[in-house]
């Protein structure tokens, strides 16, 4: 198509979206498409933006074909396609989980509202910003006139992480990975899973035949992989951040790739004993900007008690922000 395709992008300003917004308009979510972008931010950061979008302008990108930035959620979000909900309010020093959900809650909010008011009728959301999957659920919820499948969060950064973990114990290149799963919550509590995954058309598991790594090293490198960027790089990953991002859009929209399935985290309708309308990680499939999540995997005793901690962690954030009664 050439209509170009309309993207917002919040938190447009901070570490991602430094990386994000030039992947994006360099042409790696929509190939040939053209993309028009609307930047959100906080008052106190456009002028921070005005310089990032400064350095776009000076790319010269060719399929680029706008730059709008601004404070109101009403004007950025008006007719956008696809809304990338990256700006979130990070824990401070002191902050409680209770705090850090009505930070983020106002937030979330306030741009689910806006979006049900003035984004296309064909929107997608994908929630990046922290915590994803109850922020996802919050703009859900807020957005009652926006179909619930339409709302995703970030669990593609996971994914490409066990993806690149399984390659290197292997040996393998990444290519022979597939139908790596997340499941549960983008937190510590996540479940990467071999047992379903593949290397090179073999059973993952089988192909490692070591519980104690699986257990003991793979899973907790994983989840703790964002831990450890901070700790080498003195700051959070974003760079990781943003093409994980662009992977989960592109197939979204795009299609994932015959044979193989992708993890996101989506509203379950209680898929693998997930409870009823968490926002939970999953295998899924996606053709023509639809998902649809894998059915009749095998979930062993192990896999069984890992997607059920996490599980139960989602349900508390949502206990929490009810509570909050910002859903
Ligand atoms: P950052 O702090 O560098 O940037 C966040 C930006 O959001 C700031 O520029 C801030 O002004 C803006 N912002 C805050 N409130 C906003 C609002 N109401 N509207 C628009 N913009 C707003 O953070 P960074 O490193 O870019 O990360 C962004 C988020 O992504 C964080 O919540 C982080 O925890 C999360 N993250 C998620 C990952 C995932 O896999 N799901 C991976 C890495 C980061």
Redesign the pocket.
């Known amino acids: 198509s050439t209509t170009p395709l309309k993207v917002a992008v919040?938190?447009?300003?901070?570490?991602?979206?430094y990386s994000l917004l030039f992947r994006l308009a360099s042409g790696a979510l929509t190939g040939g498409q053209p993309i028009e972008l609307r930047l959100?931010?906080?008052t106190?950061?456009l002028k921070?933006l005005e310089g990032v979008v400064m350095e776009l302008d000076d790319c010269a990108f060719p399929g680029l074909a706008g730059v709008e930035i601004g404070?109101d959620?009403e004007r950025i979000f008006d007719g956008v396609n696809l809304a990338l909900l990256?700006?979130?309010?990070?824990r401070g020093p002191g902050m409680e989980r209770g705090d850090l959900l009505s930070a983020n809650g106002a937030?979330f909010t306030?741009?689910g509202k806006a979006l049900n008011k003035v984004a296309a009728s064909d929107v997608r959301i994908g929630?990046?910003?922290?915590p994803?999957n109850t922020n996802a659920l919050i703009a859900m919820s807020n957005a009652p006139d926006i179909p619930q499948e339409r709302f995703s969060?970030?669990?593609?950064?996971?994914h490409n992480r066990a993806i690149s973990q399984l390659a290197a114990k292997t040996g393998a290149p990444v290519t022979d990975i597939t139908k790596m799963t997340i499941w549960g919550n983008?937190s510590a509590t996540q479940y990467p899973d071999l047992f379903n995954a593949q290397v090179a058309g073999k059973n993952a598991a089988e192909t490692v035949d070591d519980q104690d790594w699986l257990e003991n090293t793979f899973i907790p490198t994983v989840a703790k992989r964002?831990a450890a960027i901070i700790e080498a790089r003195g700051?959070?990953?974003?760079a990781?951040?943003a093409s994980?991002t662009i992977d989960a859009a592109r197939d979204w929209l795009y299609g994932s790739a015959e044979g193989d399935w992708v993890s996101m985290a989506v509203r379950s309708n209680g898929e693998y004993g997930v409870p009823e309308g968490l926002i939970s990680s999953f295998p899924v499939t996606t053709s023509g900007g639809d998902w649809k999540i894998v059915e009749g995997l095998d979930v062993n005793d192990f896999s069984r008690a890992k997607i059920d901690a996490s599980t139960a962690e989602l349900a508390e954030e949502r206990d929490a922000v009810t509570e909050l009664g910002l859903i």
Do not use: F, K, M, Y
Request: charged fraction near 10%.
């Open positions: 919040t938190g447009a300003a901070g570490q991602i979206g959100l931010e906080i106190p950061a921070a404070d959620a990256v700006g979130a309010r990070p937030i306030a741009q929630v990046t910003g922290n994803a969060a970030l669990t593609r950064l996971d983008h964002g700051s959070s990953s974003a990781s951040a994980a």
